[in-house]
Every structure is written in C-alpha cells, then in structure tokens.
C-alpha cells in the first residue's frame, strides 16, 4: 500500500503563498495520475493533476497562480500556490494511483494523503 504524508499546509493572508508537498512511501509517478484535491465543507474538488502520459492540468480557478510539480527521485509531489484568495481555503489532500486519463475523476484514485489544512484570511 502507498503511503503519502502531506506538509506544508497553514495560514496566511491574502495574496500570499505557501507550499504544499507530499512525500510517497513508493514511485506514484511511473503509470498514472496523480493531483491535489481539496475540500471545503463537503465538497471536494480537483484542483492540479499530473497524468503520466502529459500534463500537468489545472482547475480553472487556480491557473496561473498554482504550480504542481514532481520530484521523480524523491517520489514527492508539490503545489506551489501564489497569490492565495480567501476561496482558496480548505484541507488539502494529495491523490496518486489515478486513472490514467481520468485525472479529474477522484473515484480512480487508490491512494490518498491525510490532508493539509489552508486558510487564507483577508
């Protein structure tokens, strides 16, 4: 089973930035998806995914202020978020062993970290 540690979550005020990763027990990179999802409240949404074969793909809402990023040799997968938006808060979750294809698509996903939480506050 993989195992995956979020880190990197906290609370900052608007407009600034945090990082997020997330370090992988095993290689997550090799033959699917993997991505950032959040929730707030009951809803989770996608919000940056990675497929093996292209990528990386983001939510509307985060482009151009989001980057999803890998590190193969450290299997850890990172979201650099800038210019962080009230809406922005929730917790944080990484995914991996997604379907290749289906990156949006939460159910495909077999593994999940315990979740980082973000606030943002104006």
């Known amino acids: 089973q993989v195992h995956l540690v979020e880190s990197g979550g906290g609370s900052v005020q608007v407009g600034g930035s945090l990082r997020l990763s997330c370090a992988a027990s095993?290689?997550?990179?090799?033959?699917?998806?993997v991505g950032w999802f959040r929730q707030t409240g009951r809803r989770r949404e996608g919000v940056a995914v990675i497929?093996?074969?292209?990528?990386?793909h983001y939510a509307n809402s985060v482009k151009g202020r989001f980057t999803i990023s890998k590190d193969s040799a450290k299997n850890t997968l990172n979201l650099q978020m800038n210019s962080l938006k009230p809406e922005d808060t929730g917790v944080y979750y990484c995914?991996?062993?997604?379907?290749?294809?289906?990156?949006?698509?939460?159910?495909?996903?077999?593994?999940w970290g315990q979740g980082t939480q973000v606030t943002v506050s104006s």
């Open positions: 497929d093996h074969i292209g990528g990386p």
């Open positions: 095993v290689d997550i990179f090799s033959s699917s998806c």
């Open positions: 995914a991996a062993g997604g379907r290749s294809g289906r990156c949006w698509s939460e159910v495909y996903y077999a593994d």
